[in-house]
């Protein structure tokens, strides 16, 4: 039985498994994932071993915690109440002050209880989703969670910026960036699951890393919002389009498919 995402992500990779399976290299060395996240794609191919980035501190620490510390978290997190007041109370905590596996339980905790499955912090690095309202969600999944510890065992799990992948990777390495995406409009930026926004410039970092990468021989994957600017940042790769439902948009009318960009520097 494979492991699920343990968290709710924005952007996750799991509706597209399908249309990517047959866009994965048919072997590889070890396995790298500069943008984390809900790690659909890491849980779907359970690599031999990984190095795995995120630069958000709170979700690097809860990956920590399940790999590390799973029978701690499981013992805290039945503590949890779905009610607002008890919900509001633990969003104001302060994350830094607790310890690890506290820290960690806040975290999934807000992540089930809050609305739509969103992490997303202001300016400030608060963390700022209303209550989710939900009638049972499932903050405890025991079962997942033990696939999930267990599958990060064979993974190096960082906190560092996504360049950090040119410390790790070797020819013949796969790496997958899934990364906030371009905007396909001005009024279309949702890039704030950290407190540090991703922008154009990041973008043509991030397309730097890519190709450095290619030099050296490992197989590259990247999934971006289909924008002139992705495909330009990218032309001389080959590109596929894949078809993503988006269910984050407060208007129902722009919930339906949209194409998405998967590069690759290899076919």
Not at 49 to 54: G, S
Not at 59 to 79: A, C, G, M, T
Not at 158 to 168: G, M, N
Not at 238 to 247: N, P
Request: glycine content about 6%.
């Amino acid at each position: 039985m494979k492991p699920k995402p343990p968290v709710k992500w924005a952007g996750g990779k799991g509706q597209l498994l399908s249309q990517f399976q047959p866009l994965f290299p048919k072997s590889f060395h070890t396995y790298h994932e500069p943008f984390l996240g809900g790690g659909a794609v890491f849980f779907h191919l359970l690599p031999e071993r990984a190095v795995l980035i995120d630069n958000n501190v709170e979700l690097i620490n809860f990956y920590l915690v399940v790999r590390d510390h799973l029978e701690d978290l499981l013992s805290d997190l039945p503590k949890h109440k779905n009610e607002a007041d008890y919900y509001y109370r633990i969003r104001a905590l302060d994350p830094e002050k607790m310890d690890p596996v506290r820290r960690a339980s806040r975290f999934l905790y807000l992540n089930k209880a809050g609305y739509n499955g969103l992490w997303r912090v202001n300016r400030q690095g608060k963390h700022n989703v209303p209550f989710g309202r939900y009638k049972n969600p499932k903050i405890v999944d025991e079962e997942n969670l033990r696939l999930v510890s267990a599958a990060l065992k064979r993974a190096r799990i960082l906190l560092a910026d996504f360049s950090e992948v040119l410390s790790f990777a070797k020819p013949g390495d796969f790496v997958y960036f899934d990364p906030p995406y371009h905007p396909v409009s001005e009024t279309a930026n949702f890039t704030s699951y950290t407190s540090d926004s991703f922008g154009k410039d990041d973008q043509v970092r991030l397309s730097q890393v890519f190709r450095e990468l290619d030099r050296r021989g490992c197989l590259v994957m990247l999934s971006n919002s289909d924008t002139p600017f992705i495909k330009e940042l990218y032309s001389g790769y080959d590109i596929q389009i894949v078809y993503a439902k988006r269910t984050i948009n407060c208007r129902a009318d722009k919930r339906g498919p949209v194409s998405e960009l998967v590069i690759r520097n290899y076919s």
